[in-house]
C-alpha cells in the first residue's frame, strides 16, 4: 500500500527557509508512471500547488512560487524534498506530498496524499 | 493561469438530496478535470479524474460531467459520509489550478 509521509520542521522564522522532505513507502519513486510533488493549504483555505518533479529531476512550479521553490528528488532515499525561501506569515500552511499519475507532460492531479503537516512562519 | 470558479461556495442540504456543485474554467481545459472530497483534518482525496471517471474508492451516487469550461459534480444521493468539502482542479496546464471549494453541510 502507498504511503506518503512529510516530515520537517513545524515553524519557521521569518525570512528563512523551509524545508519540508516526503518519503515515500510501499511504491518506488523512480516509476516512470508518476509524478510527485507538492501541494500547500492555509489554514481555512483552499488548495495551492507548489509544484511537480519527476524520478528523473524534471521539475515544474507554481509561477508565483518559481522564484522561492526548489523540488528535488533523492530516488536512493525514495524521497522528494521541498524548499522554500524567504518565508513569511503567508506561507502558514498545511504541506501535502502527492503522487499524480502521469497522462501527459506535467499535468499533475493527485491521486495519493500524504497525511500533511502543518508549517507555521513565526518568530 | 487558468482560473477556476466554484459554485456554490457554501450548500445546505439533507440527506437523500441531489447535489450539483459547478465548476468553470477561465478557458477551455477539454476534459483535464479532477474533483476531491476532503474532510476536516484529513487530506483531500481524488474522487473524479478526466471530468467523469470516478476512482473506485467512490460509490456510484457521485457523477462528473461537462468539457471546455464548464463542468459539474452530481451527488445523486446525499448520504451521512458525503458532508465535506469539494474542489475541482485543472490539469489541463503547466500550472494545475483548483477551485475554491464547496462546503456541503448539514440542512
Known amino acids: 500500500q502507498l504511503q506518503l509521509q512529510e516530515s520537517g520542521p513545524g515553524q519557521v522564522k521569518p525570512s528563512e527557509t523551509l524545508s519540508l522532505t516526503c518519503t515515500v513507502s510501499?511504491?518506488?519513486?523512480?516509476?516512470?508512471?508518476?509524478?510527485w510533488g507538492w501541494i500547500r493549504q492555509p489554514p481555512g483555505k483552499g488548495l495551492e500547488w507548489i509544484g511537480s518533479?519527476?524520478?528523473?529531476?524534471?521539475?515544474y512550479y507554481n509561477p508565483s512560487l518559481k522564484s522561492r521553490v526548489t523540488i528535488s528528488v533523492d530516488t536512493s532515499k525514495n524521497q522528494i524534498s521541498l524548499k522554500l525561501n524567504s518565508v513569511t506569515a503567508a506561507d502558514t500552511a498545511v504541506y501535502y506530498c502527492?503522487?499524480?499519475?502521469?497522462?501527459?507532460?506535467?499535468?499533475?492531479?493527485?491521486?495519493?496524499w500524504g497525511q500533511g503537516t502543518l508549517v507555521t512562519v513565526s518568530s | 493561469d487558468i482560473q477556476m470558479t466554484q459554485s456554490p461556495s457554501t450548500l445546505s442540504a439533507s440527506v437523500g438530496d441531489r447535489v450539483t456543485i459547478t465548476c468553470r474554467a477561465s478557458q477551455s481545459i477539454s476534459t483535464w478535470l479532477a474533483w476531491y472530497q476532503q474532510k476536516p483534518g484529513k487530506a483531500p482525496k481524488l474522487l473524479i479524474y478526466k471530468a467523469s471517471n470516478l476512482e473506485n474508492e467512490f460509490p456510484s451516487r457521485f457523477s462528473g460531467s461537462g468539457s471546455g469550461t464548464e463542468f459539474t459534480l452530481t451527488i445523486s444521493s446525499l448520504q451521512p459520509d458525503d458532508f465535506a468539502t469539494y474542489y475541482c482542479q485543472q490539469y489541463d496546464s503547466y500550472s494545475p489550478t483548483f477551485g475554491g471549494g464547496t462546503k456541503v453541510e448539514i440542512k
Open positions: 510501499g511504491g518506488s519513486i523512480s516509476s516512470s508512471s508518476y509524478y
Open positions: 518533479i519527476y524520478y528523473s529531476g524534471n521539475t
Open positions: 502527492a503522487r499524480s499519475p502521469l497522462v501527459v507532460i506535467a499535468a499533475f492531479y493527485p491521486d495519493h
